[in-house]
Structures are given as structure tokens and as C-alpha cells.
């Protein structure tokens, strides 16, 4: 099966590709945004890390790679499986965009679940 392709996005972006299947996959509602203030087709706060880890986590870059593993674990649950295939699901091979409002989109959790659903085709 070939890799899917998965870009992410920052929410204050406007929409690049329409054909996609854009999930905001942050667990918290963006501050100061409006629910009708960009689009998305479907809000996987199911795929987003446990608030415990995501807490734990703090956006400390130096703790990225340890953040990292624990939330792989996670997605690798028995509910992160599920949750995937939902998200795989509804893409039905189309491209996928995972929206975040995290300023440090290198060090965060779309970065690792970007990775996590490219390996997993």
C-alpha cells in the first residue's frame, strides 16, 4: 500500500488544498477562535495526546523524544487503534491535513501522529 499523504497545518491558515480531509486534531479548542472561523471536516481529539501526557509534555522541546514514545504508545492502544482507523476511514484515500493552533509544529503531536499514520499504510 502506497504511504498516504499527510501535511499539517496551523488552524490560522487558510485552506490550501480542498480535495483533503482536514481533522483538527488538537484535544483543546484554539483560543480566541471561532468554530465557524476555519474549516475542517472533523475534530479527532480522539487521535490528540491523553491531557495527562499532554500536560506532562508541556511543549518542552528537550522532552520531544520522550513525549514522542509515549505517545506513539498511546496511538498504538487499543483505542489509538480505533481512532486511526476511523481517520483512515473517512479519508478514503485522500489526502490528509491535520490542523493544529501549537505554534512549534515541529515539536508537537501532529508532527508525531503525521509520521504515525504515514507508517501505518
Do not use: C, N
Request: hydrophobic letters at 40%; glycine letters at 2%.
Amino acid at each position: 500500500m502506497s504511504e498516504p499523504t499527510v501535511r499539517i497545518e496551523r488552524v490560522y491558515d487558510h485552506p490550501a488544498d480542498e480535495d483533503a480531509l482536514r481533522l483538527f486534531v488538537d484535544r483543546l479548542w484554539p483560543r480566541g477562535m471561532r468554530k465557524d472561523a476555519f474549516h475542517y471536516d472533523d475534530w479527532a481529539k480522539d487521535l490528540a495526546p491523553s491531557p495527562s501526557l499532554r500536560q506532562w509534555y508541556a511543549h518542552d522541546t528537550a522532552a520531544f523524544a520522550e513525549f514522542k514514545k509515549k505517545y506513539v504508545t498511546e496511538l498504538e492502544s487499543e483505542d489509538g487503534h480505533h481512532a486511526t482507523e476511523r481517520v483512515m476511514k473517512l479519508a478514503e484515500g485522500r489526502p490528509l491535513v491535520l490542523l493544529t493552533a501549537t505554534k512549534d509544529v515541529d515539536h508537537s503531536h501532529a508532527a508525531v501522529l503525521a509520521e504515525f499514520l504515514r507508517q501505518r499504510s
